[in-house]
T-cell receptor, first 114, second 111 residues
């Protein structure tokens, strides 16, 4: 089955700790994205990558970092610099970064800072 | 610059009644429009999209949407809803360098 997997489903973090969220896809898609979802706010773009070894900041990149060393993988690190990291994080991919390309989403990771 | 507005944050509707979820957009360039659905504690999945051609677009699960360029709208409709349609629905617009999502509309199905 082709798709996008995110792990873990739930993640708890103490203040001051960095955590890394995993995102893997086997759809052979070039483009990958990370979104943050808060109640009533919709989806906000954190980072995106159009191709391996390249990525760009989205609208709310501060306090986050990413890497794209493999086509299949796009991990997101939430650093201690992120002031309010508790949220639902969604990873997505698309065949390309074109305007008509459908994005396919993973099941999400819910991060809670204790 | 582009923006998208979903006019209702929540919509309650009785089972088997029709529903319309409203979406308006603004853009200085040609746009492509999408509706996604998110079931509780899941990711989003595509319901339908408008790229070009016929302004009436049919999607999965009996949903359809109509692109209205003069009113800059892309409202989502279903003639008869089912309890399984309980979800959050997101309108999205693409046309510049990235896709912009609306804030979502929660559809509550009443028995």
């Amino acid at each position: 089955d082709g798709g996008i997997t995110q792990s873990p489903k739930y993640l708890f973090r103490k203040e001051g700790q960095n955590v890394t969220l995993s995102c893997e896809q086997n759809l052979n898609h070039d483009a990958m994205y990370w979104y943050r979802q808060d109640p009533g706010q919709g989806l906000r773009l954190i980072y995106y990558s159009q191709i391996v070894n390249d990525f760009q900041k989205g609208d709310i990149a501060e306090g986050y970092s990413v890497s794209r060393e493999k086509k299949e993988s796009f991990p997101l690190t939430v650093t201690s610099a992120q002031k309010n990291p508790t949220a639902f994080y969604l990873c997505a991919s698309s065949i390309g970064a074109g305007n008509t390309d459908t994005q396919y989403f993973g099941p999400g990771t819910r991060l809670t800072v204790l | 610059a582009q923006s998208v507005t979903q006019l209702d944050s929540q919509v309650p509707v009785f089972e088997e009644a029709p529903v319309e979820l409203r979406c308006n957009y603004s853009s200085s360039v040609s746009v492509y429009l999408f509706w996604y659905v998110q079931y509780p504690n899941q990711g989003l999945q595509l319901l339908l999209k408008y790229l070009s051609g016929s302004t009436l677009v049919k999607g999965i699960n009996g949903f359809e949407a109509e692109f209205n360029k003069s009113q800059t709208s892309f409202h989502l409709r279903k003639p008869s809803v089912h309890i399984s349609d309980t979800a959050e629905y997101f309108c999205a617009v693409s046309g510049g360098d990235k896709i912009i999502f609306g804030k979502g509309t929660r559809l509550h199905i009443l028995p």
